[in-house]
């Protein structure tokens, strides 16, 4: 599919219908995310595929999946046949930065305004994301609010911090999330000209 | 062009030719990358085209470009004939979850171990890295380690951070990062099937 056109096209789906999605595909597109950028080349990132309906169904409990079922949304965390869960390092970069490529002898290591391990991610996922729409599928994103929870869950070592769980599927007709009444924020908040 | 092609195609480039580049074509990325996603539809991610020479200088040297040229780099910020910054904002996602349908009356903000902020700001400057390879152009991308430094200098307002700079120009013949000699990581490390 054209880039722009999977651009335009992706959407946040909370409704999927039982057809299965091959793993073939998802492996695949997973590798795919590895072409995303990261500071140093940290590739401080790392994803976790799950299928088993038994795991989705907790993975889907610890995303709180009963409250957004609330919301209208039914059961769409564990419904999906198969779930993406990124993750990322933040003691990955302080490693990277602590080599001698990055650090003279006697320095401190950088200090880091901006957590660039969670703005990497965010790179990885949108070419996941924008590779579900290339492959006719569907993804959803849910936020983790208990990342010990899943950490437990699924046995992920303590340094990787799970971000998110993004449901993957064949689309089925889905409820518009209501946050899309708010609109776009005006030109004149996001675009600037040579200064804000 | 093809999805897959841009994503295998980009490379962080450093640096780039004398030839211009169309305004409309960045301000079009740029409007492209607003498809991204955002937690709650905060879109808390606002971008500041700098094309002006001598702006595009001083953003340089804040970024610390001398030390990029010590690396055998050259002035390859300033040269770009385009740079783009990426911000986010903390502020604008608290006030987003402080919304009626984000929080019951009476209620707690919810507590965030994840800042959305950056992770968002991530998927937007992949869709803006991928729209340029798109466009047969090239990118960069240089850390932001003075945040406070391109605030005065670009009138950004205290609630935004800016996350990076992204020169953008036609790619010129170009020296290899030296961090990619460290190769991929691990299959083990990176990828997991039902749990880690």
């Known amino acids: 599919m054209d880039f722009t056109d999977a651009v335009l096209k992706r959407r946040m789906v909370r409704q999927f219908t039982d057809e299965p999605v091959d793993p073939a595909i998802i492996d695949k597109l997973v590798e795919l995310a590895r072409h995303a950028p990261s500071a140093g080349f940290t590739q401080g990132q790392a994803f976790i595929?799950?299928?088993?309906?038994?795991?989705?169904?907790?993975?889907?409990?610890?995303?709180?999946?009963?409250d957004y079922d609330t919301g209208g949304y039914g059961p769409w965390i564990s419904q999906a046949p198969v779930q993406v869960i990124p993750c990322t390092s933040e003691a990955a970069?302080?490693?990277?930065?602590?080599?001698?490529?990055?650090?003279a002898p006697g320095e401190e290591e950088i200090v880091w305004p901006v957590p660039y391990w969670h703005m990497d991610v965010?790179?990885?996922?949108?070419?996941?994301?924008?590779?579900?729409?290339?492959?006719?599928?569907?993804?959803?994103?849910?936020?983790?609010?208990?990342?010990?929870?899943?950490?437990?869950?699924?046995?992920?070592?303590?340094?990787?911090?799970?971000v998110g769980v993004i449901p993957i599927g064949h689309p089925a007709p889905d409820k518009r999330s209501p946050s899309l009444k708010r609109g776009r924020v005006a030109d004149a908040v996001y675009l600037h000209h040579e200064g804000w």
Chains 1, 2 share one sequence.
């Open 49 to 66: 595929i799950v299928s088993d309906p038994q795991i989705r169904k907790q993975v889907a409990k610890i995303c709180g999946e009963e």
């Open 93 to 103: 970069y302080h490693r990277r930065y602590n080599e001698p490529d990055k650090k």
């Open 122 to 162: 965010g790179c990885a996922v949108m070419v996941l994301l924008l590779g579900v729409v290339d492959e006719g599928l569907a993804a959803g994103f849910a936020g983790v609010f208990d990342p010990d929870g899943l950490r437990s869950l699924l046995g992920i070592p303590a340094e990787w911090t799970p």
